[in-house]
């Protein structure tokens, strides 16, 4: 019994390992399970050898807190450490750090036995090597409900513990050319300064470092971007930002500003590491409240934080499932499904939403087994794209995963007032739109807005793939309001939902004319990134204005004052109608009205079917939307390509399932874990195909139009599956289907069981 970061802590590798009695552990090619359709515990991920570099590192987190974790050829542990909010002065993600754990003797070392299993249920990496006398387990958990990491390793015989900070941020220098090229907000390679770490004297038994702000880009795009007049009026959310963490554990004496080692040989360690992301006035400020986290953290004993962390995962995995059997692909998709889930579930509860180019778990750019990068790189940069950052999060709702959707709301309706702010300064008009390309504070990227301003006027924007996309906050009120749907959160509607929607709706009302009919002409604008000029009344726009403004109307009455309900009429009565045309002799949905050529690989005529589903299964002019998914021009399904889901909204169940299939084959060569797909359009692990992979499974399985909830309205006939998803009215649906036969059924509330239709040749 020995006191290890302030608990009693007693670890055996027997205790470590009891957990894997569950599952058999076999597993089939490529590390698939081998049994189609099996429990939670057949999805875990299992390697028998070290992985030599971090492309072999597993994903675990606390929604906040992330690491990439691996075993080196050498036996060492290591850790990449991540967090949702770690932005620089340049305005780039980066990691806090990376830490070398050594065990001397090392059971790890490749060549030997060697065992490494991500537990999904239990929330946990544990890691096994040596025999008899010589062998030791280390388990790593990222606390779900405190922020702190732990490393507990428990063996047979003392081995001795060194724990080294390995920094790269070590000397003020410029941008290279490849960090320059993915970030969007400095201009010139040269403007953006890389500062170095600090590594902090600290107490005798820890190892302090950090990464201080003490310039930013912020006021740069406010006063390119036209915005100087109303700075004073906000924050800068990046000025003394000050980010990094603390490693300490009982037993471990400091041997330099970077190391710590074990005082006497022991058969258990315990490392703990306590993050911090925050704004203070000085370096120093920020050490206090790090001393506090830390001291916090340490106040309960890690059986105790064991037991509440292994507690969350369960309930996490117990609100929602899908399990599919039937063949091979059967398997391959469930697992697919479990590991994205775990992904979303790891980087999706922090202080700002999901990356959907990597989320927090980028590591080093490598090609063709060359480095071409520091850990803190990833394409495209830290700016949110709506038409990206969305798809992650459409497929928590029927997940029941609502928790993990509140980082991604807040950071857009914290922006709402300088969005209010920017229309009144560019447009002269009252109402807001949302940035298509922007930082989490709200403004476009600098790049896209354009630093060279000859001949243009404030409210110009260079970028023709992201200048004119007013859609994309009818997007999001589409969503805020399946959320409201789903939990019946009246605050949130009150608070949120509405005066958001509102300033979206506002925008189109005041912004654009009318033509001789007395309709909504709306121009300038685009449809999405792939029609950029000679657009009027994009499709998108239309199919969005004409889904949230009725939905918006059959509110609850006092929800909306008469002004506001007479103003939303009056707009709905004004919309055009949504562009038809002829294609191959067919009527078709247009992307626009009128537009011309194409400069992106989209499909946004069917924008109606997804996100905005004026059609689908069930619902009026279906023909015309099979119509139009025949016509569409771009075919590829992979990535952002929403069109998997597509099919599965017209309940074309063959084509759903064989794209479905081919996603979650299409991981990336280059990584180990076998969720991490990419770089399809985006980076690696790319989020977005992760996303679209979940919606397109559970649309496949389940969808709902207003009150009804259509049961397998795409699904294969020769898939069985086993599921829980949610629906609206704070309503689960569980069932069990196999051969055709649907076994089992429960509805929660039982009065919704209902509205249920159930598709297909089910008996």
């Known amino acids: ?33 081998a049994r189609p359709g099996a429990a939670l515990e057949q999805c875990n991920v299992v390697w028998d050898s070290p992985s030599g570099d971090s492309s072999g590192s597993m994903p675990i987190g606390n929604g906040d807190i992330g690491l990439n974790v691996w075993v080196e050829d ?19 993600l980066l990691k806090l750090g990376r830490v070398r754990v050594t065990l001397s003797p090392s059971p790890f070392a490749k060549g030997g036995t060697f065992r490494q299993e991500l537990k999904l ?40 513990m060194t724990v080294r900070l390995e920094p790269w941020r070590t000397e003020t220098r410029t941008l290279t050319d490849t960090v320059f090229k ?49 700075m004073g009026q906000f924050a800068d959310p990046l000025l003394n930002r000050t980010f990094g963490a603390a490693i300490l554990g009982d037993g471990l004496a400091r041997k330099d500003l970077t190391t710590l080692q074990s005082d006497t040989a022991s058969k258990i360690h315990e490392v703990c590491i306590c993050p911090l992301t925050a704004q203070t006035p000085t370096a120093d400020a920020w050490r206090e409240q790090l001393a506090a986290l830390a001291t916090k953290a340490r106040a309960v004993d890690s059986v105790t934080a064991l037991a509440e962390h292994e507690a969350w995962w369960r309930a996490f995995w117990d609100r929602s499932w899908i399990r ?52 803190d790189y990833r394409q495209w940069g830290s700016a949110y794209w709506w038409q990206n950052t969305r798809l992650p999060y459409w497929p928590m709702l029927a997940s029941g995963d609502y928790d993990l959707m509140q980082p991604m709301f807040n950071m857009y309706l914290d922006s709402l007032e300088l969005a209010k702010a920017r229309n009144r300064i560019w447009f002269q008009c009252d109402g807001a739109f949302m940035a298509e390309t922007m930082n989490y504070w709200g403004m476009f990227c600098n790049i896209d ?66 033509d001789a009919d007395g309709t909504l002409l709306i121009t300038p604008t685009q449809s999405i990134e792939t029609y950029q000029t000679g657009v009027t009344n994009d499709t998108p726009s239309v199919a969005g ?51 011309e050529g194409r400069g992106n690989c989209e499909n946004p005529e069917l ?36 069109t998997a889901i597509e099919a599965a909204m017209l309940g074309r169940a063959d084509e759903a399932r064989k794209m479905l299939v081919t996603n979650a084959k299409r991981r990336h060569e280059g990584s180990r874990f076998p969720a991490f797909w990419g770089p399809n359009y985006d980076w690696i692990p790319d989020q977005d195909h992760g996303g679209n992979l979940l919606n397109t499974v559970q649309t496949m399985l389940l969808q709902t139009d207003g009150n009804k909830i259509l049961l397998f309205p795409a699904w294969p006939k020769d898939w069985d599956v086993e599921f829980k998803l949610h629906a609206p009215g704070s309503t689960t649906v569980e069932g069990i289907l196999r051969a055709g036969k649907l076994e089992r059924l429960a509805v929660t509330p039982e009065a919704r069981r209902r509205d249920v239709t159930v598709f297909g040749e089910v008996r």
Not at 611 to 640: C, I, N, S, Y
Request: one cysteine or more; aromatic letters at 10%.
């Open 607 to 642: 924008y109606t079917l997804f996100p905005f589903r004026l059609h689908g299964v069930g619902k009026p002019d279906l023909q015309l939307a099979q119509d139009t998914f025949e016509a569409r021009v771009e075919k590829a399904f992979h990535g952002w390509q929403q």
């Open 74 to 92: 050498n036996g060492d542990l290591l850790l990449l450490i991540s967090k949702t909010d770690s932005w620089d002065q340049n305005y780039d």
């Open 182 to 230: 993915s970030n969007r907000d400095v201009e010139t390679a040269e403007s953006g300064t890389v500062v170095p770490d600090v590594l902090v004297e600290d107490g005798p038994g820890r190892v302090t470092w950090y990464h201080r702000n003490e310039t930013s880009v912020w006021p740069v795009g406010m006063r390119l971007q036209g915005m100087e007049s109303v």
């Open 449 to 514: 807005y354009g630093w060279k301003r000859d001949g243009l006027q404030t409210g110009d924007m260079v970028n023709p793939y992201i200048r004119w996309i007013w859609s994309s906050g009818l997007d999001l009120t589409m969503m805020m309001l399946d959320y409201y749907d789903h939990t019946g959160d009246a605050a949130l509607l009150k608070e949120k939902v509405l005066p958001w929607a509102d300033a979206m709706l506002r925008y189109f009302d005041n912004r654009f004319k009318r």
């Open 324 to 375: 599919i059997s039937g063949d091979a692909d059967a398997a391959v998709v469930t697992r697919a499904y479990a590991l994205q889930r775990w992904i979303s579930a790891c980087g999706g509860r922090g202080a700002a939403p999901i990356k959907f180019n990597g989320s927090i778990f980028t590591v080093e750019w490598r090609d063709k087994g060359k480095v071409k990068s520091d850990p």
């Open 121 to 160: 249920r239990e929330g946990c990496i544990d890691i096994s090597g040596g025999e008899g006398d010589k062998a030791v387990t280390l388990r790593v958990w990222v606390d779900a409900n405190r922020p702190v990491i732990h490393v507990q390793a428990s063996g047979e015989s003392a081995s001795d």
């Open 545 to 595: 204005l004409r889904a949230v403004l009725p939905r918006l109307l059959a509110l609850p009455a006092d929800s909306v004052d008469a002004d506001t309900r007479a103003r939303w009429t009056r707009l709905l009565g004004e919309l055009p109608e949504l562009p038809t045309g002829e294609r191959g002799g067919k009527r078709v949905i247009l992307p626009a009205k009128t537009f």
């Open 1 to 33: 019994m020995r006191v290890v970061c302030g608990a009693v802590f007693m670890f055996t590798a027997s205790v470590l390992l009891c957990t894997s009695s569950c599952r058999s552990g076999e597993t089939g090619p490529a590390g698939m399970p």
